[in-house]
């Protein structure tokens, strides 16, 4: 094989890794963390290496610190199924509110799922969704380790401004009810910011340049 059609061969790979940089499917997590915090290590990876990034060194802060409020989420839609479980689970999707009540604005603010404090933590999840503003906070405690947390991007966050988001339940097991409306579960929250939206594909880019600079160079014979 020529080096002009290795080099074209990986333009091509390079254009690919361009069109699919950040776009991860949807992906389930459960909060299967020790003590039902956050998800445990191999779920972080699994996600990550299914397009989610991963952030790390940052300070997560009870939401209620940075003085977001948040009211109970809005059901959207719900598929319950006859015997949930873990593999079968009953779905749903919420529309959740976030203003912040403090008394600065926050630049790329970020909602911290720490863990569900109803239901059974290892049984209910998050069905991540692509394009971005899912991802994973890597947060170190120490001797204790490091836990793992989904969390979505808020954006800018001025002072008494609100901004929403979708959420998209997994639950493996009954559901409970107060007449019509469904109990979906409730989260233990916090919240960081100054964190833009990463970019997960950009080593996956750097590698595939690196490799074309490589195969574009003349050979010495």
């Not at 300070?59 to 719900?78: E, F, K, N, R």
């Not at 873990?86 to 008394?103: D, I, L």
Request: aromatic share 8%; charged share 10%; no cysteine.
């Amino acid at each position: 094989m020529s080096a002009r059609t290795s080099a074209a061969g990986l333009v091509a790979a390079l254009l690919g890794a361009i069109g699919l940089a950040g776009s991860a499917a949807a992906f389930p997590v459960l909060f299967d963390g020790a003590g039902g915090f956050g998800v445990s290590a191999s779920t972080a990876s699994a996600a990550e290496a299914a397009g989610f990034a991963l952030i790390s060194d940052v300070t997560v802060v009870p939401a209620a610190s940075d003085g977001l409020t948040i009211p109970a989420p809005d059901v959207l839609s719900a598929h319950i199924v006859t015997s949930p479980s873990v593999t079968n689970p009953n779905t749903a999707q919420s529309r959740w509110s976030v203003t912040n009540g403090g008394a600065s604005d926050l630049a790329n603010a970020w909602l911290v799922f720490f863990g569900p404090v109803t239901y059974t933590a290892s049984k209910v999840g998050i069905d991540l969704q692509p394009g971005g503003q899912w991802a994973i906070v890597e947060v170190s405690a120490g001797a204790s380790g490091d836990y793992f947390y989904p969390a979505v991007f808020l954006g800018d966050l001025d002072v008494d401004g609100t901004q929403t988001f979708l959420m998209n339940h997994v639950v493996g097991q009954a559901l409970t009810q107060q007449g019509s409306t469904l109990i979906l579960p409730q989260y233990s929250v916090g919240a960081f910011a100054g964190v833009p939206v990463p970019e997960p594909g950009l080593f996956v880019l750097l590698s595939a340049g690196l490799a074309l600079a490589a195969a574009v160079r003349p050979r010495k014979d």
